[in-house]
Protein backbone atom coordinates (compact mmCIF):
# COMPACT_ATOMS: atom_id res chain seq x y z
CA UNK A 1 0.00 0.00 0.00
CA UNK A 2 1.49 3.60 -0.72
CA UNK A 3 1.37 6.31 1.40
CA UNK A 4 -1.06 8.24 -0.31
CA UNK A 5 -3.45 4.73 0.08
CA UNK A 6 -2.66 4.59 3.94
CA UNK A 7 -4.02 8.47 4.19
CA UNK A 8 -6.85 7.45 1.98
CA UNK A 9 -7.60 4.99 4.44
CA UNK A 10 -7.75 6.05 7.51
CA UNK A 11 -7.54 9.64 9.04
CA UNK A 12 -6.79 8.63 12.70
CA UNK A 13 -3.69 6.97 11.16
CA UNK A 14 -2.25 10.28 10.04
CA UNK A 15 -3.01 12.14 13.04
CA UNK A 16 -1.25 9.34 14.92
CA UNK A 17 2.19 9.33 12.58
CA UNK A 18 1.71 13.11 12.89
CA UNK A 19 1.74 13.20 16.84
CA UNK A 20 4.81 10.62 16.62
CA UNK A 21 7.02 13.81 14.54
CA UNK A 22 6.70 15.66 17.75
CA UNK A 23 10.62 14.27 17.55
CA UNK A 24 11.92 16.80 15.11
CA UNK A 25 11.48 19.65 17.05
CA UNK A 26 15.19 21.21 17.13
CA UNK A 27 16.93 18.91 14.72
CA UNK A 28 16.63 21.65 11.62
CA UNK A 29 14.29 19.09 9.74
CA UNK A 30 10.48 18.84 8.50
CA UNK A 31 8.37 16.51 6.22
CA UNK A 32 6.87 17.09 3.07
CA UNK A 33 4.27 15.38 1.48
CA UNK A 34 5.01 15.77 -2.48
CA UNK A 35 2.21 16.27 -4.87
CA UNK A 36 1.22 16.83 -8.17
CA UNK A 37 -0.92 19.36 -10.09
CA UNK A 38 -1.09 17.76 -13.34
CA UNK A 39 2.20 19.02 -15.00
CA UNK A 40 6.11 17.83 -13.87
CA UNK A 41 6.51 20.23 -11.51
CA UNK A 42 6.53 18.97 -7.99
CA UNK A 43 5.26 20.74 -5.06
CA UNK A 44 5.31 20.07 -1.57
CA UNK A 45 3.30 20.87 1.71
CA UNK A 46 4.47 20.14 5.31
CA UNK A 47 3.34 16.84 6.74
CA UNK A 48 2.26 18.45 9.80
CA UNK A 49 -1.02 20.64 7.95
CA UNK A 50 -1.88 17.82 6.23
CA UNK A 51 -5.05 16.03 8.18
CA UNK A 52 -6.08 13.68 5.66
CA UNK A 53 -6.12 13.19 1.78
CA UNK A 54 -9.23 11.70 0.08
CA UNK A 55 -11.30 12.06 -2.86
CA UNK A 56 -12.91 15.50 -2.77
CA UNK A 57 -16.50 14.09 -3.67
CA UNK A 58 -19.07 16.45 -3.64
CA UNK A 59 -17.94 20.47 -3.91
CA UNK A 60 -21.07 22.10 -3.86
CA UNK A 61 -20.29 26.09 -5.51
CA UNK A 62 -22.07 28.83 -3.70
CA UNK A 63 -22.53 32.46 -5.02
CA UNK A 64 -19.83 34.97 -5.51
CA UNK A 65 -16.77 32.09 -4.98
CA UNK A 66 -13.55 33.92 -5.25
CA UNK A 67 -11.04 32.49 -8.36
CA UNK A 68 -10.08 29.62 -7.28
CA UNK A 69 -12.60 28.30 -4.81
CA UNK A 70 -14.83 25.46 -6.31
CA UNK A 71 -16.95 25.45 -3.57
CA UNK A 72 -17.45 24.06 -0.23
CA UNK A 73 -17.49 20.09 0.95
CA UNK A 74 -18.86 18.57 3.81
CA UNK A 75 -16.43 15.81 5.43
CA UNK A 76 -16.93 14.24 8.54
CA UNK A 77 -18.75 17.40 10.09
CA UNK A 78 -16.81 19.97 9.03
CA UNK A 79 -17.79 22.13 6.11
CA UNK A 80 -15.02 23.47 4.32
CA UNK A 81 -13.75 25.78 1.48
CA UNK A 82 -12.13 23.86 -1.49
CA UNK A 83 -9.06 25.74 -3.29
CA UNK A 84 -7.98 24.60 -7.02
CA UNK A 85 -4.18 24.80 -6.68
CA UNK A 86 -3.88 24.71 -10.54
CA UNK A 87 -5.97 27.38 -10.82
CA UNK A 88 -3.90 29.21 -8.45
CA UNK A 89 -0.96 27.96 -9.86
CA UNK A 90 -2.17 29.50 -13.02
CA UNK A 91 -2.00 25.93 -14.61
CA UNK A 92 -4.22 24.34 -17.28
CA UNK A 93 -4.72 20.33 -16.27
CA UNK A 94 -5.93 18.19 -18.79
CA UNK A 95 -8.76 16.14 -16.07
CA UNK A 96 -10.28 17.72 -13.23
CA UNK A 97 -8.68 17.01 -10.08
CA UNK A 98 -10.44 15.07 -7.47
CA UNK A 99 -7.92 14.37 -4.85
CA UNK A 100 -7.92 16.71 -1.86
CA UNK A 101 -5.73 17.53 0.87
CA UNK A 102 -7.60 18.00 3.98
CA UNK A 103 -4.96 21.08 6.13
CA UNK A 104 -5.47 22.95 9.09
CA UNK A 105 -4.09 26.42 8.92
CA UNK A 106 -4.26 29.18 11.17
CA UNK A 107 -6.72 26.92 12.97
CA UNK A 108 -9.33 26.77 9.72
CA UNK A 109 -9.81 23.37 8.06
CA UNK A 110 -9.80 23.33 4.19
CA UNK A 111 -9.31 21.50 1.24
CA UNK A 112 -6.84 21.65 -1.54
CA UNK A 113 -7.49 20.12 -5.17
CA UNK A 114 -4.15 18.22 -6.48
CA UNK A 115 -3.73 15.52 -9.35
CA UNK A 116 -2.36 13.38 -6.49
CA UNK A 117 -0.29 13.06 -3.55
CA UNK A 118 3.28 11.16 -3.74
CA UNK A 119 4.89 10.62 -1.13
CA UNK A 120 6.53 11.63 2.02
CA UNK A 121 10.17 13.04 2.17
CA UNK A 122 11.93 14.53 5.32
CA UNK A 123 14.33 17.45 4.73
CA UNK A 124 16.70 19.33 6.03
CA UNK A 125 15.64 22.90 6.37
CA UNK A 126 19.54 24.14 5.56
CA UNK A 127 18.85 23.13 2.46
CA UNK A 128 15.62 24.70 1.65
CA UNK A 129 16.29 28.23 -0.02
CA UNK A 130 13.95 30.99 -0.02
CA UNK A 131 12.39 31.84 -3.46
CA UNK A 132 11.64 35.37 -2.75
CA UNK A 133 12.54 37.27 -6.05
CA UNK A 134 12.51 34.12 -8.20
CA UNK A 135 11.34 35.17 -11.84
CA UNK A 136 8.30 32.86 -12.52
CA UNK A 137 4.52 33.35 -13.30
CA UNK A 138 4.18 31.61 -10.00
CA UNK A 139 6.93 33.13 -7.95
CA UNK A 140 4.44 34.91 -5.63
CA UNK A 141 2.95 32.05 -4.28
CA UNK A 142 6.14 29.80 -3.41
CA UNK A 143 8.07 30.66 -0.22
CA UNK A 144 10.81 27.80 -0.60
CA UNK A 145 12.19 25.20 -2.95
CA UNK A 146 14.31 22.33 -2.36
CA UNK A 147 16.01 19.86 -3.87
CA UNK A 148 15.16 16.09 -3.86
CA UNK A 149 18.29 13.72 -4.74
CA UNK A 150 17.99 12.57 -7.74
CA UNK A 151 18.54 16.77 -8.67
CA UNK A 152 14.78 17.46 -9.42
CA UNK A 153 13.26 20.92 -7.47
CA UNK A 154 10.40 20.83 -5.24
CA UNK A 155 8.46 24.38 -4.77
CA UNK A 156 7.12 24.83 -1.42
CA UNK A 157 3.94 26.94 -1.59
CA UNK A 158 2.84 29.97 0.23
CA UNK A 159 -0.61 29.22 1.80
CA UNK A 160 -0.82 32.21 3.58
CA UNK A 161 -0.41 33.85 0.23
CA UNK A 162 -2.89 31.66 -1.56
CA UNK A 163 -5.70 32.19 1.17
CA UNK A 164 -4.80 35.90 0.96
CA UNK A 165 -5.46 35.77 -2.68
CA UNK A 166 -9.06 33.53 -1.98
CA UNK A 167 -10.37 35.24 1.18
CA UNK A 168 -8.20 38.54 1.63
CA UNK A 169 -5.78 39.52 4.45
CA UNK A 170 -6.65 39.11 8.19
CA UNK A 171 -7.96 42.70 9.04
CA UNK A 172 -5.43 44.41 11.88
CA UNK A 173 -8.72 45.10 14.10
CA UNK A 174 -8.11 48.42 16.86
CA UNK A 175 -5.28 47.42 18.97
CA UNK A 176 -4.87 49.81 21.57
CA UNK A 177 -0.74 51.62 21.71
CA UNK A 178 1.92 50.90 24.39
CA UNK A 179 1.84 53.92 26.70
CA UNK A 180 5.43 53.53 28.10
CA UNK A 181 8.15 55.71 28.77
CA UNK A 182 10.68 54.43 27.17
CA UNK A 183 11.07 52.78 23.35
CA UNK A 184 10.37 49.17 22.85
CA UNK A 185 11.39 46.84 19.84
CA UNK A 186 10.20 43.25 19.04
CA UNK A 187 12.48 41.47 16.76
CA UNK A 188 10.65 38.82 14.49
CA UNK A 189 11.48 36.82 11.84
CA UNK A 190 9.12 35.15 8.95
CA UNK A 191 9.02 33.68 5.67
CA UNK A 192 5.90 34.81 4.58
CA UNK A 193 5.84 38.62 2.78
CA UNK A 194 2.03 38.50 4.09
CA UNK A 195 2.63 37.73 7.55
CA UNK A 196 5.12 40.03 8.13
CA UNK A 197 3.29 42.94 7.07
CA UNK A 198 0.42 42.22 9.17
CA UNK A 199 3.17 41.67 12.23
CA UNK A 200 4.49 45.36 11.39
CA UNK A 201 1.07 46.94 10.91
CA UNK A 202 0.07 45.54 14.67
CA UNK A 203 3.47 46.70 16.11
CA UNK A 204 3.39 49.89 14.53
CA UNK A 205 -0.44 50.53 15.80
CA UNK A 206 1.49 49.21 19.35
CA UNK A 207 4.06 51.91 18.55
CA UNK A 208 6.82 49.40 19.11
CA UNK A 209 9.75 49.48 16.91
CA UNK A 210 10.48 46.28 15.30
CA UNK A 211 13.46 44.56 13.53
CA UNK A 212 12.45 42.04 10.82
CA UNK A 213 14.09 38.67 9.22
CA UNK A 214 13.37 36.93 6.60
CA UNK A 215 14.43 33.37 7.38
CA UNK A 216 15.76 31.52 10.45
CA UNK A 217 19.30 31.90 9.71
CA UNK A 218 19.09 35.49 8.96
CA UNK A 219 17.60 36.11 11.93
CA UNK A 220 19.81 34.52 14.43
CA UNK A 221 22.96 36.08 12.36
CA UNK A 222 21.16 39.34 13.09
CA UNK A 223 20.62 38.19 16.28
CA UNK A 224 24.05 36.80 17.08
CA UNK A 225 25.60 40.69 15.64
CA UNK A 226 23.34 42.61 18.20
CA UNK A 227 23.97 40.32 21.09
CA UNK A 228 28.11 40.95 20.53
CA UNK A 229 27.57 44.69 20.47
CA UNK A 230 25.55 45.05 23.18
CA UNK A 231 28.41 42.71 24.96
CA UNK A 232 31.38 44.82 23.79
CA UNK A 233 29.33 47.96 25.11
CA UNK A 234 28.25 46.43 28.26
CA UNK A 235 24.66 46.82 27.56
CA UNK A 236 22.04 44.46 28.82
CA UNK A 237 20.78 43.25 25.52
CA UNK A 238 17.30 43.40 26.50
CA UNK A 239 17.45 47.37 26.60
CA UNK A 240 18.01 46.98 22.60
CA UNK A 241 14.81 44.16 22.33
CA UNK A 242 12.01 42.81 24.66
CA UNK A 243 10.37 39.92 23.07
CA UNK A 244 11.57 37.51 20.11
CA UNK A 245 8.64 36.68 17.62
CA UNK A 246 9.32 33.98 15.57
CA UNK A 247 7.59 31.42 12.74
CA UNK A 248 7.96 28.00 13.09
CA UNK A 249 8.74 27.13 9.50
CA UNK A 250 11.81 29.33 7.77
CA UNK A 251 14.25 28.85 5.13
CA UNK A 252 17.61 27.32 5.97
CA UNK A 253 17.04 27.14 10.04
CA UNK A 254 13.19 26.38 11.63
CA UNK A 255 11.62 28.95 14.48
CA UNK A 256 12.74 25.66 16.69
CA UNK A 257 16.44 25.38 16.07
CA UNK A 258 16.44 29.07 16.19
CA UNK A 259 15.10 28.95 19.57
CA UNK A 260 17.52 26.61 20.87
CA UNK A 261 19.96 28.68 19.45
CA UNK A 262 18.27 31.43 22.06
CA UNK A 263 17.87 29.62 24.79
CA UNK A 264 21.37 28.44 24.66
CA UNK A 265 22.81 31.36 24.52
CA UNK A 266 22.88 33.54 28.28
CA UNK A 267 23.06 36.93 26.46
CA UNK A 268 19.93 36.31 25.78
CA UNK A 269 18.58 35.73 28.97
CA UNK A 270 15.11 37.12 30.25
CA UNK A 271 14.24 37.84 26.65
CA UNK A 272 11.01 35.62 25.62
CA UNK A 273 10.56 34.30 22.59
CA UNK A 274 6.83 33.99 20.85
CA UNK A 275 6.24 31.17 18.48
CA UNK A 276 3.88 32.76 15.64
CA UNK A 277 2.67 29.83 13.70
CA UNK A 278 -0.19 28.40 11.73
CA UNK A 279 0.70 25.27 12.80
CA UNK A 280 -1.53 25.73 15.50
CA UNK A 281 -2.13 21.26 16.81
CA UNK A 282 -1.51 20.59 20.26
CA UNK A 283 1.34 18.62 19.04
CA UNK A 284 3.39 21.34 17.35
CA UNK A 285 2.95 23.72 20.66
CA UNK A 286 4.77 20.78 22.18
CA UNK A 287 7.30 20.82 20.12
CA UNK A 288 7.81 24.62 20.75
CA UNK A 289 7.38 23.77 24.66
CA UNK A 290 10.30 21.56 23.83
CA UNK A 291 12.77 23.59 22.69
CA UNK A 292 11.90 26.39 25.15
CA UNK A 293 9.25 28.63 23.37
CA UNK A 294 7.69 30.85 25.99
CA UNK A 295 4.82 31.66 24.32
CA UNK A 296 2.99 30.21 21.39
CA UNK A 297 0.29 32.12 19.19
CA UNK A 298 -1.95 30.62 16.05
CA UNK A 299 -1.43 32.84 12.76
CA UNK A 300 -3.30 35.10 12.15
CA UNK A 301 -5.26 37.14 15.12
CA UNK A 302 -4.29 40.60 15.66
CA UNK A 303 -5.87 41.22 19.09
CA UNK A 304 -4.23 37.90 20.48
CA UNK A 305 -1.26 38.57 19.07
CA UNK A 306 -1.37 42.38 20.80
CA UNK A 307 -2.47 40.85 24.19
CA UNK A 308 0.04 38.16 24.15
CA UNK A 309 3.21 40.90 23.46
CA UNK A 310 1.20 43.34 25.83
CA UNK A 311 2.37 42.26 29.06
CA UNK A 312 5.90 41.12 27.96
CA UNK A 313 6.17 45.03 26.99
CA UNK A 314 5.07 46.25 29.88
Not at 144 to 167: C, K, R
Request: aromatic fraction near 6%; proline fraction near 3%.
Amino acid sequence: MSYSDEMMSSEDGLLDSVDARTNLAGTNKMEILLFSLGSDEKFGINVFKVKEVSQAGKITRTPNMPRGVDGIVSLRGHVMPVLNLAEFMGMSPATKHQTMMVAEYNTHILGFLVEGVDRIIRVDWDKVRAAEGMLSDKGALITAITELPDGSLVSLLDVEQILANAFGEAIVGNVEPIDSGHALCVFFADDSMVARRKIAEVLDKMGVKHIQANSGREAWDRLKTMADAAHSTGTPLRDQMQVILTDAEMPEMDGYVLTQNIKSDHRFDGIPVVMHSSLSSDANRAMGKRVGVDYYVSKFDSMVLSSTLRPLLT
